[in-house]
């Protein structure tokens, strides 16, 4: 490489994960920096005696101060070279899920596409940019997607994450005509309205479709309380598999609405549900203090856990929850119970489940295992990309 192109140089022994080709390098793990590298750009990640370790994107503003996507001295990492990463992350899910509608196209580092999300929603795309590399890519970024994807619309939508990498928000369309409604996609044959514009993340939980589908085959003739509901994609499912009813329970009214319009759209008669704007830790104790009962309930909360600082806390309330519901349950009762906080391990979330059946008394089974779907897949070398992860536990 030529001498003008920056590089970082590792501190001793600080250089083994990057060999790895794990991609985030921290400040803490940087002696120095040189060329003076804007947030963004490329530079060459070197060991401390010079040796060549990888291609990374710069980012001063950032804990993870380089994020490595190379790791081929000889690659010229210019146009062509991101758009064949493109094309690669669009074949994969073409091989995994071909023909579905609604899935995740590019799920960023596991797709050596540091910061980039795209996911496309029939012939619209909703991408967002979280880091530096991925922003300063972003108009070519858009321009490779029309070339290969010929979309109706790419549309921005922000993430808290992008404060974390100093940037600012975002969110708009960035290319051709985005619906000013709902649009309608189809997941497994059922009919759902998502919000590309103000729905949450980019419009609807895509890395949950293997999971609903899954639990379908436990819900004939159950009474199904489906907690952090969302827009009611869960229970869509559930009532098309012969539960005999559903609660959606959400705090947020405008995914309620979109439940609802979801239920009326798959033609669910009204008396198999109800919709109930609430606090889950509230209403679930209101429940049970009511002695209310159910046979499946479905937790599928936000994730709580976003830093290290606050996993304690996070482990709290998701013990707080599960203990709440694993009250609830009839005997005989399913507990179908997600956690997407990349920082709760699998081992972990076990742990907490552990102690809150022990705290509320009752003699609990796995009986299943949940994980995101093949559409957000978890790179070998990158484990932080495995982040959501279920139990379906019988409660004796
Ligand atoms: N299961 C859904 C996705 C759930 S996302 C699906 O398959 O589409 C998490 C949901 O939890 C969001 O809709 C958010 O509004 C809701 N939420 C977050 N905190 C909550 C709380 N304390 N009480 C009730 N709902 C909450």
Sequence with gaps: MTSSTPAVFLKPGKDKPVRQRHPWIFSGAIARVEGAPAAGEVVEVRARDGRWLARAEYNPRSQIRARAF??????????????????????????????????????????GLPGL????????????????????RKGMTVRHLVELLHPTSIIERDDPMRRKEGLPPAGGALYGHPPGEPLVITENDHKFLVDLRTGQKTGFYLDQAANRAALAAHCAGKEVLNAFSYTGAFAVYALAAGAIHVINLD???????????????????????????????????LWRDEGRGFDLIILDPPK????????????????????????????????????????????????????????AGRDARIIGHFHQGPDHPVLLTFPESAYLKGFLLHLA
């Design 70 to 111: 190379c790791w081929d001295e000889h690659a010229v990492v210019d146009e062509a070279f991101w758009r064949e990463r493109l094309q690669a992350a669009i074949v994969r899910r073409d091989a995994v899920l071909p023909g579905v509608e609604a899935r995740r196209l590019v799920f960023a580092e596991s797709d």
């Design 117 to 136: 999300i795209v996911d496309q929603y029939g012939h619209h795309l909703v991408a967002q940019f979280l880091t530096a590399g991925a922003e300063a």
């Design 251 to 285: 705090a947020s009214r405008d995914a309620l609405a979109l439940a609802d319009a979801n239920l009326r759209l798959n033609g669910f008669s009204p008396d198999r549900w109800r919709n109930v704007e609430a606090d889950v830790f509230k209403q679930l104790r």
């Design 304 to 359: 709580f856990a976003t830093s290290r600082g606050n996993l304690q806390r996070a482990a709290r309330g998701y013990k707080d929850i599960n203990w709440l519901a694993m009250r609830l349950l009839r005997p005989g009762g399913l507990l179908a119970t997600f956690s997407c906080s990349g920082l709760v391990s699998e081992d972990l979330f076990q742990k907490i489940l552990f102690g809150a059946a022990l705290d």
